[in-house]
Each structure stands twice: as C-alpha cells, then as structure tokens.
C-alpha cells in the first residue's frame, strides 16, 4: 500500500526529528525520571530505603538549604537583567560602527563563550586577590581601602555575579546585533519624518522589535544562572558562611561528597520545578508575534 504524498512528508519529518528525540529522551528525560524516582529514597552508598516526600521535607527544613536557594535567586536576579541591558547597550553601539570594527567587537565579546570557564574563573581569583589584584589596585587610585572579595560576605556573591555576567553577555550581543541589522530602516526613516528623537524610536521600534530575542536571552540566561557552579567551586567553595552556596554546589557536594544521592536527586528536582516554572512565566510574559 502507497503511502500518500501527505503521510509521507510526516514519516520524513518524523525520520529527521527522530535522532535528536532518541538524544533528548536518552539524556534528558530518563535522568530526570530516574531523579525523580530516587528523590524518593534514603538512597546512598550501600543504602537504599523508600521514605516518600521525606527528602523535600527535610530540605524545605534546612536552613542551608534554604540560604542555597535564596544565593540562587540572588544570582538569576543579578545576572540576568544586568546581562540583557549591558548586551542590548552595546550591541546598539556596535551596530553604529564600521563592519571592521563591528567585526572586532562581535569577537572581543564572544571570546569569553569559547573560553573555558576554569581559565575565566582562575583569571577572576587572580583580580580579585586582596594583595596583588587589580581589582583592589583601581580603588587604590581613588584612596579607597583594600576589598577582601571572596571573603567578606558582604562582597562575594556581587563579585561571583559580576564575573558570570562577564561570559554570559557574549551571546546576547551576537543575537542582538543580527536582529538589529535586521530592522528595517525604513522604521526609523518615518518616525524621523514624524518628528520622533533617537530615544522615543528606541523604545517604540527597536525594544519592541527585539522582543523575541529578549525572550530567547532571557529563558536561556535564567537557566545558566540557576545552575551557576564553576564559578562557585573554584573562587568561594560556597563561603564564606554559605554566603555564595547555590543550589548547584551544594547538590554537588551532597551527592559526591557526602553521598547522600536521593537528598541530591531532590535537589535536583526542585531546581528544575523551579527553572520550568519560570520558562513559562517568561514565555507568556514575553512571547509576541512580531514580524518584519
């Protein structure tokens, strides 16, 4: 039996689709199933019993825990707002130039993506070493006193967000400046001719049709800053006095260090609830129809 012109064109989609489905299913899906199953049990080395939800109770009970998710919190909201305007500021600048210069500058920025994130992070210890950092150095030229970085509480988790913001504005900027050069100038040719400044244009033609790229940036930059853990375990070991643990870290030392595998699989489950419950605020907040 010949298959229809239609059946067939769904069996080739299906057929092309089906390597990355097996891929997201083998990866993706099993382990968070898996996790979720195992979050369920008094489960570690040599133990394994069935406790129910006692591993999210005795989580939701734990001020460490707690104090992991509010550093969280802390990171997404520092990271992210500050990434997307710093990116569509220069990404807005960078478009004005030359394609020379704006060649070096889409390079410049996105260095730090294929760049290691040890290096980056080694680097970042290096500025910020109270003694010989360069931090410190630049507020010596304005008198100002020596700044223990990574370990005054204070200062820490702001110096591990500026360092994530660092390599995370890369590839906002290359998404901004495509869709930037893909604005019609005729937008701006008539709002000029109907009197609007450089500003209003800027909030009634460019921001609005940046608004798929926003979200893109966005949903994608929440997700790393909710699992932001290198920069962590290699500059602060989650101190000092869990002022910079993130959910991240301290799932990595319950389960390798501590053992304690179901309690980190609920970890692990809570952080994504988390992370899905805010892809789809944010895709309802921001998904547009925007065309041009």
């Known amino acids: 039996m010949r298959m229809s012109a239609s059946a067939l064109k769904q069996f080739w989609g299906y057929f092309f689709v089906a390597p990355f489905l097996l891929v997201f299913l083998l990866f993706e899906v099993y382990p968070f199933v898996d996790a979720l199953y195992l979050s369920l049990f008094d489960y570690g080395i040599g133990t394994k019993r069935f406790i129910g939800l006692g591993n999210y109770a005795n989580l939701f009970a734990d001020d460490v825990f707690l104090r992991a998710l509010l550093n969280t919190f802390l990171f997404v909201v520092g990271v992210v707002p500050l990434s997307v305007v710093f990116s569509i500021f220069v990404a807005s600048l960078v478009i004005q130039k030359s394609a020379a210069a704006a060649t070096f500058f889409r390079a410049s920025f996105y260095l730090p993506i294929v760049t290691s994130q040890v290096l980056l992070s080694i680097t970042w210890l290096w500025i910020y070493n109270p003694v010989s950092g360069i931090a410190n150095y630049a507020l010596s030229l304005f008198g100002a006193e020596p700044v223990m970085w990574l370990s005054d509480s204070r200062f820490a988790l702001p110096a591990l967000i ?12 290359i998404l901004y400046l495509a869709a930037l050069g893909n604005i019609p100038s005729t937008y701006y040719e008539a709002a000029s001719i109907d009197g609007a400044t450089g500003w209003r244009q800027f909030w009634s033609i460019t921001l609005p049709l940046l608004k798929p790229t926003t979200l893109y ?3 994608t930059c929440t997700i790393g800053a909710f699992q932001t853990f290198v920069v962590v375990q290699l500059l602060t070991g989650g101190g000092p006095s869990y002022a910079t643990t993130t959910v991240m870290y301290m799932l990595y030392e319950t389960a390798f260090k501590y053992g304690k595998l179901g309690l980190a699989c609920a970890m692990g489950v809570i952080l994504a609830v988390i992370i899905s419950a805010f892809s789809v605020v944010q895709f309802k907040f921001f998904k ?3 065309e041009y």
């Open 162 to 173: 500026a360092v994530v913001i660092t390599w995370c504005v890369g590839q906002p900027i």
């Open 217 to 219: 940036v966005i949903v």
């Open 288 to 290: 547009t129809d925007v």
